[in-house]
């Protein structure tokens, strides 16, 4: 299986888009002492990470054993390895390091492409199942005065990332600090298309924008944190919380760019308001189910409904139930990737046959996680809690793909359920008044 599917699954199964870096100073202990300390941090710290980056300058005193035990241990909890050793020589060279990787148990390396046999490197590496991580915009300071040297026309982290696209590279190390800007990020994205993982080093200790990193650096993204895991009193807690930050945003800006760039679901009217189903009236609309018109949008929120369920503890619910009609299509394909049972909730009771409002079979004491397209006062989600309660089921969360923020998170507290949503009103105006999204115009009504 290729590192960009296993990525792509440990996302859904985890909640996570995190790379955790085991940038752990030695202590005076002996290397088996400092393994051991390795694994207990891994062992801690596992359940909210996709990946672990092995930085080859803390750990050069370890074995090759060494490496291999931690990654075994790593891959028995569910991680991908990275060996970040900037790996770069002559092909003869650097294919024997290559090999020494493989032995070591890593998933995947990072190599620094300046030599230009990019190319040589990544058919080494695949040629033994392992992915390749490019260099092309490093976080240090320092860098940006070779990185960025124009040459011809074009700075050197440009063509460094034309040849990650032509040597396939699976991935590429791009930073998330102010070294790389917006901009620079969004090229570096262009460039290489949308498939490879950027692994963006930087977030915590050294203030990486998470937001930038996100909204420029495409669907595929490793967010990596080290420090502020690995020296935490508490690294689990900060594991959990990273995890928690870093997703939800990933989550959040991604459904807000499907709405905004899908015909149809956005539209904005200030002259000619729109009525809402609630009787209000609103200088914009979003029409969820203009997405399921577009095969990509669709799938990319159900994946992202799929990330947001997993984030928050609900995978193991025996049931997803929604509202007719709009909700029918997300929860039907949701329930389906889940493997459960669909029920749906009338508006009311139906004047023919038995005359039930829940379509399906709820048991008494199922657990349900109710799962809609958009949510605005909260009094359609309401009566589908108490319409699926009063069977006997226990609703653990109600989840939408967008909220409008106009009461529907209180009313549904007031009945004992959280509000879930991948994203809301704030996000979408957030990103339409940074001008994140190119060709996005607040003043223009979205059609």
């Known amino acids: 299986m290729s590192f960009l599917r296993r990525y792509a699954e440990l996302r859904r199964q985890k909640g996570s888009i995190m790379c955790i870096s085991l940038d752990v100073k030695r202590k005076g202990e002996s290397r088996r002492e400092y393994v051991e300390r390795l694994e207990q941090l891994v062992k801690r710290t596992a359940p909210y990470a996709v990946a672990f980056k092995v930085n080859e300058n803390y750990t050069r005193h370890l074995s090759i054993e060494d490496h291999q035990e931690m990654t075994q241990l790593c891959r028995s909890l569910g991680t991908l390895t990275i060996y970040d050793c900037k790996l770069s020589d002559i092909t003869s060279t650097v294919t024997t390091g290559i090999g020494i990787v493989k032995d070591m148990g890593y998933d995947g390396l990072t190599v620094n492409p300046i030599f230009g046999n990019l190319y040589q490197m990544t058919d080494a590496a695949h040629g033994l199942g392992l992915a390749v991580f490019s260099v092309t915009l490093p976080s240090s300071p320092e860098s940006i005065r070779l990185f960025k040297l124009n040459i011809n026309g074009r700075r050197l982290f440009e063509i460094l990332a034309e040849d990650a696209r032509a040597s396939r590279t699976d ?14 990020i969004s090229t570096i994205r262009n460039a290489v298309g949308e498939e490879p993982v950027i692994l963006f080093p930087g977030i915590g200790a050294q203030s990486g924008d998470l937001e930038k990193a996100i909204v420029y650096g495409g669907w595929n993204v490793l967010l990596n944190v080290g420090r502020s895991i690995v020296e935490s009193p508490e690294p689990e807690k900060a594991a959990a919380e990273y995890r928690g930050t870093l997703t939800d945003a990933w989550i959040r800006i991604n459904a807000a760019q ?6 149809g679901v956005y539209r904005y009217s200030p002259d000619k308001p729109f009525v809402l189903s609630s009787g209000k009236e609103s200088d914009y609309y979003v029409d969820v189910r203009a997405l399921y018109s577009y095969p990509e949008p669709r799938g990319r929120i159900a994946e992202l409904m799929l990330v947001k369920i997993s984030l928050e503890g609900n995978v193991d619910a025996d049931k997803v139930a929604t509202t007719e009609t709009a909700g029918i299509p997300i929860a039907s394909i949701v329930a389906d990737r889940l493997c459960k049972g669909l029920v749906y909730v009338r508006h009311k009771e139906k004047g023919y046959g038995t005359g039930k409002r829940v379509e399906g079979v709820v048991q008494h004491g199922e657990s349900i996680i ?19 309660s009063e069977l006997g089921g226990k609703v653990l969360t109600y989840y939408v793909v967008f909220d409008r923020e106009e009461g529907a998170a209180e009313r549904l507290r007031s009945v004992g359920v959280r509000l879930c949503y991948l ?11 940074k001008k994140t999204l190119k060709g996005i115009d607040d003043r223009k009504t979205y059609m």
């Open 258 to 263: 499907e709405m905004l760039n899908t015909p």
């Open 423 to 433: 994203a809301n009103t704030s996000t979408l105006r957030g990103l339409m008044r």
């Open 171 to 184: 991935g590429l190390v791009v930073s998330a600090t102010e070294t790389a800007s917006a901009d620079d």
């Open 370 to 388: 109710c799962i809609d397209d958009l949510t605005t006062t909260g009094e359609t989600a309401e009566a589908c809690v108490r319409a699926v």
